[in-house]
């Protein structure tokens, strides 16, 4: 009983810490976007002509958009991918190769982004410019955080299969349906919210993605017309601009990332409530 009670309370005081850290690091972007928003007013993000904060033009527009049509367009093409991964490994992979299977996910999981940007730079990048050139453009940023992102929606995918209660397969066996019929008729619809969480989450680790991106999109700030073209999304701009940034520059740099934040936070809270329905 005594180890149990200092358990709790270690794993209650983790979790408040890690809560107490996002609210400094949000009360940290509030604070240092506050005096430059106070300033020029929200919209001018919006509205300005360009990018250009040395003469006070602070469009985020492109590079807010570069970065939503890079998750997205990952997450459509990893989506389908991952579920058909975990439904092999699930139902259709020996036990063996199964368990070697899910190793291997976790595995490239675990890759460092930088060896994504590195392996894109040199395979897609260069097969993208036998097509159209540059090479690096959206599409090779799609593309890279597509890899990226696609173990760990198998891997949640595979979660959300194994908490199908093992009655309502009995129950489909008991009916004579057959795998494939089982997996469309029960599994899937019985694992859609949990597929979906995993889903959104994965959508703000695209979102927030950084040196792959800067590594093959090529860092132009436009908004982009075809996949073809380069683009610069919110985090590779930070990357690239922070260093030598001062003054207002500085400050707009921070409300990029309060955005990034908001965002982010957002789709954590729409997986929390996804997750939440789930187990009503």
Known sequence: ??????????????????????????????????????????????????????????????????????????????????????????????????????????????????????????????????????????????KVLTIMILPLVALTTDAALKRIPITYMSAAIAMGLSRWGTIRRISLPVAFPGILSGVVLQSGRALGETMAVLMVSGNVVQIPSSLFQPVRTLTANIALEMSYAMGEHRLALFCSGLLLLCLTIALVLLASYINRNQHA
């Open 1 to 142: 009983m005594r180890s149990n009670f200092w358990l709790f309370n270690s794993l209650k005081l983790a979790a408040w810490l890690s809560a107490a850290i996002l609210l400094l690091i949000l009360f940290f972007l509030v604070n240092e976007s506050l005096p430059l928003i106070q300033r020029i007013g929200l919209m001018r993000f919006f509205t300005d002509e360009s990018w250009h904060p040395l003469s006070e033009l602070y469009w985020l527009v492109p590079m807010l958009l570069a970065s939503f049509y890079m998750a997205v367009g990952a997450v459509i093409l990893a989506t389908p991918l991952g579920v058909l991964v975990a439904i092999f490994g699930h139902y259709y992979a020996p036990e063996v190769l199964a368990k070697f299977y899910r190793a291997l996910l976790e595995l490239l999981s675990g890759i460092p982004s930088v060896v994504f940007g590195l392996w894109g730079m040199i395979v897609i990048v260069p097969w993208i410019v036998q097509w159209m050139p540059p090479g690096a453009s959206l599409l090779a940023g799609i």
